[in-house]
């Protein structure tokens, strides 16, 4: 998990959010269209849509743009097909890695993928070779320089109170991870203390990291940034642990 957390701080020391704010919106409409087509249009019964609308409401996406992409989804609009693809495999220093797809065209998503695999040290696997390694759960990240109030006593209280799973403290902020199916109580839970949610979202957190250090550390993270930053991938899971020193280092160079 705190592997996790530290490339979410390495974007933030970057301030790298996302590379390109129409890039994130694209992944967004994406995201609410295939929900949508898998689950219906009724976020109050699709815990996936509520949770792409609630990404959406984060980047300040018009409503218009998240109610076009649900119509679409629904078949009341005309729209592209998308289809969800993962793709697993392996890294510099033995990191595993899972590229989650949705995209229009398998074949090319499929070559782009292994391509950026390839040039980065990496090795594209079957499926299946590495997502044994990761475990799907409802993710948050409150730091401590926007919530200055929030102690590891009082946060420890909220956890212990709403039923999450686990809480991590850090010298930048806190993780609480909880059930994928209790995600949005827990957010409501967040929200109703007053508390500035960084990062909130389901996703696969690793069971055990691998620690990665010198030359392999900018070449993993290279990897993962250009997996990111490509247009079909919505999201990269990987279980590497890498030293703040290290994250800081590739940050500002």
Known sequence: MSGHNKWA???HVKGKMDAIRGRLFTKIIREITIA???????????????????????ANMPKDNADRAIKKGTGELEGVTYEELSFEGYGPGGVAIIARCLTDNRNRVAAEIAKIFSKGGGNLGVPGCVSF???????FFL????????????????????????????????????DPSTFHDMRQVLESKNLKINEGKVTMLPKNTVKVTGSDTAKV??????????DDVQDVYHNYDISDEDMEKFAEA
């Open 9 to 11: 701080k390495v974007k």
């Open 36 to 58: 949508a087509k898998t689950g219906g249009g009724d976020p109050v019964a699709n815990p996936r849509l509520r949770s792409a609308l609630q990404a959406a409401k984060d």
């Open 133 to 139: 390694m990761f475990e799907n759960k409802g993710f």
């Open 143 to 178: 730091s401590k320089e926007e919530n200055p109030k929030l102690t590891e006593d009082s946060l420890m209280d909220i956890v212990l109170e709403s039923g999450c799973e686990d809480m991590k403290t850090y010298d930048y902020g806190f993780e609480v991870t909880c």
């Open 221 to 230: 993270l290279r990897l993962v940034e250009n997996l990111e930053e490509n």
